[in-house]
């Protein structure tokens, strides 16, 4: 299987402490993205960081990106209740061309206590 | 408009009925896509849409069957399906632009939560 492989699988912290999820692939690729999906909702986009980026942020967001170790990370600074939801990293298939084929993590289940 | 819509919210279906999910973009985009979600599990790939032409078929079964009728739309045509076919059903568009431009990010819709009973 290509899927990706994100840790932890769950995660509950407080108010106002940050997040951190891990996301490793298996592939070569020319992106990575992150995803947010609220309990039985759609994805949200979050972030995209191209393969020749090692950093990006985002609001309260900032993602890394290792593509020697093919692993990236997600943090979640001053998380807040409304932060609660699944997690996934995405990366597209290379050669899917504009049908852009993603394939996802297993995702993180970040609960965020008030 | 940066949304997709989805139509019904929620179904629930016999083995024997036949229903169709509806998916609605007004963003221009040219690539569309189903996915089926399983609880807590990722979204699993079902068909792809570039330009109202099936270009991806996942290996799924013929009870699930694509029709894009125009560059907006999208449905899923159900028939016969079996309870192992319960599932949150989500649908996507991204711009579907050739080059590196196209891997880019997906839009999704919030899903049709699925019955079979």
């Known amino acids: 299987s290509q899927q990706g492989e994100e840790d932890p699988q769950a995660l509950s912290i407080q108010e106002g402490e940050n997040a951190t999820m891990n996301c490793s692939y298996k592939?070569?690729?020319?992106?990575l993205q992150w995803y947010r999906q609220n309990s039985g909702r759609g994805l949200v986009h979050l972030i995209l960081?191209?393969?020749?980026?090692r950093e990006k942020h985002s609001g309260r967001l900032r993602v890394t990106l290792d593509t020697s170790k093919k692993s990236s990370s997600l943090l979640i600074t001053a998380s807040r209740a409304a932060d609660t939801a699944s997690y996934f990293c995405a990366t597209p298939v290379i050669g899917s061309g504009a049908t852009n084929k993603l394939i996802f993590g297993t995702g993180t289940l970040l609960a965020v206590q008030p | 408009d940066t949304e997709v819509t989805q139509t019904p919210k929620h179904l629930v279906m016999g083995m024997t009925n036949k229903k169709s999910l509806k998916c609605e973009q007004h963003m221009g985009h040219r690539a569309m896509y189903w996915y089926k979600q399983k609880a807590k599990k990722p979204p699993e790939l079902m068909f792809v849409?570039?330009?109202?032409?099936?270009?991806i078929n996942e290996s799924v079964p013929s009870r699930f069957s694509p029709e894009c009728p125009n560059s907006s739309l999208l449905n899923l045509h159900l028939h016969a399906l079996q309870p192992e076919d319960s599932a949150l059903y989500l649908c996507?568009?991204?711009?579907?632009?050739?080059?590196?431009?196209?891997?880019?990010?997906?839009?999704f819709g919030p899903g049709t939560r699925l019955t079979v009973l």
């Open positions: 592939t070569s690729i020319n992106n």
């Open positions: 960081i191209r393969s020749n980026e």
């Open positions: 849409y570039s330009y109202e032409k099936l270009s």
């Open positions: 996507a568009s991204s711009q579907g632009l050739a080059g590196a431009s196209s891997y880019n990010e997906q839009f």
